[in-house]
């Protein structure tokens, strides 16, 4: 994981894990990036030098202690791989439901 900073706060890097393995297995054969903006977003990029995908997440949904594991499974609920195939290179913009 790239560009994660070490004073990050333990449960913010156990989310950036997890959704960068997510990513690893909806994204097979894809490198896999993460660039924290801080106070702004968490960036995540798949490219697979033919295309490439953004996946954008607000940094106070990763900094919330109560944004769990749990919470981190929607990404396949809300079909977020699909979504950020679909808006490609512009990036999707994730909130997970409530």
């Given amino acids: 994981m790239a560009d ?10 156990r989310n950036v894990e997890a959704i960068t ?7 097979e054969n894809f490198a896999v990036a993460y660039h924290a ?10 490219n697979n030098e033919k295309k490439l995908f953004k996946l954008i997440i607000g940094w106070p949904t990763l900094a919330d202690r109560t944004f769990t594991p749990a919470k981190i499974d929607r990404l396949l609920t ?7 195939r679909l ?12």
Avoid: C
């Fill in 37 to 46: 903006d801080r106070p702004l977003t968490h960036t995540f990029t798949v």
């Fill in 21 to 27: 393995n997510y990513l690893t297995k909806e994204f």
């Fill in 87 to 98: 808006h490609g290179e512009n990036g999707y913009r994730w909130t997970p439901s409530a």
């Fill in 4 to 13: 994660v900073a070490n004073n990050d706060a333990p449960w913010i890097d």
């Fill in 78 to 84: 809300e079909e977020v791989a699909q979504e950020m």
